[in-house]
């Protein structure tokens, strides 16, 4: 854990069932109409973004609505929507989806203040100017976007991903209503849900870790230990939707503070190479950097432990810090996670140039907790192939 920390983020947090009917409200408390608002188009095909738009209209609050979006974005889709926001002359754009949506969403209002496009600004810290206030709406639990200052692209056609960072992007609101979830479909639930888990479990072991990022990550851990399983057995089972909700944004609230590891530096090339989407990369990732990592902090690892699962007694630190990678594989057996890489069709030649790829994804992999080579990678992919 550092011993200097600075803290910043999310100005507001709204959570509670039925919230997105406040849509209006929060826009309203910000600045007013008009407002750009980015949808997932299956988020709008499914009904799930109604009770949002609706509030918009009744209040008549001018607004236009982005939908154009595909699964992990291309960054001309982030200069689309700003487009289409500067039109608009959009005081507000909000974002209501998966990570997709409120990615682009983060990017977009950011894009309506800054010129050129988003690609200009992938790395840290780039923007000049602040961005248009924004209101994240998840609904997935979740890839913690609601809470994050980063917004992740994917270029397929020179292989590229990467993501705008930095403080401007913050969004101002993050509007958290757990019936939102409830039409997310299981084997979706599962991964970002295990996406989550990751964001807490990386941010926890994280080496920017800090006193408020620690407790967000055990709470986080232990509200997805309990109702992960519920909420992909049964999508309408409210108070575990409710929970993985609370969870995904704390853990979303110390990635934020804590930065990730290297979960997420190896699911990078599996996204930029072979499209898999984000969190069923980190998902099948994670036991096996779990595995990796154990060693460096094993006092670390016993504390996940006891927040993910019920404990024997009388285990010693490093016994209960074996039981952490152990539940983490019986969880993602148990919720349909797929076990190897085998499964997503990844060729194993391409193993160096994925670890090559990886390392540099400079910030996760400093964070880290065990000091990881290349050839450290090379080895955890090639474990994960062997599931
Ligand atoms: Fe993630």
Known sequence: MISEFSLEGVRRTVFGRGSSAKLAQEVELIGGGPALVVVDPNVLAAGAAETALKSLEAAGLKHEVYSAITREPEPAEADAAAEMGKKLGAKVVVGIGGGSALDLAKAAAALINNPGSAVDYVGLDLLKKPAQPSIMVPTTAGT???????????????????????????????????LLTVSCPPYITAVVGMDAL?????AYTSLAATPMSEMNSLRAIELIGGNLRQAVTNGENLEARENMLLGSYLAGLALAQAGVGAVHAMAYPLGAFFDIPHGEANSVLLPYVLSFNLIACPDRFADMAYALCEMPENLTTRDAAEVCVEEVMLLSQDIGIPGSLDQLNVPQSEVPAMAAKAMTVARPIANNPRKVSAEDLENIYREAFAG
Request: charged share 20%; no cysteine; proline share 5%.
């Open 144 to 178: 913690g976007s609601e809470v994050t200052f980063t917004a992740v692209f994917t270029r397929r056609a020179d292989k590229f991903k990467g993501g705008m960072n930095g403080r401007l992007l913050y969004p101002h609101t993050a509007l958290l209503d757990p």
């Open 198 to 202: 990751t964001h807490a479990m990386e």
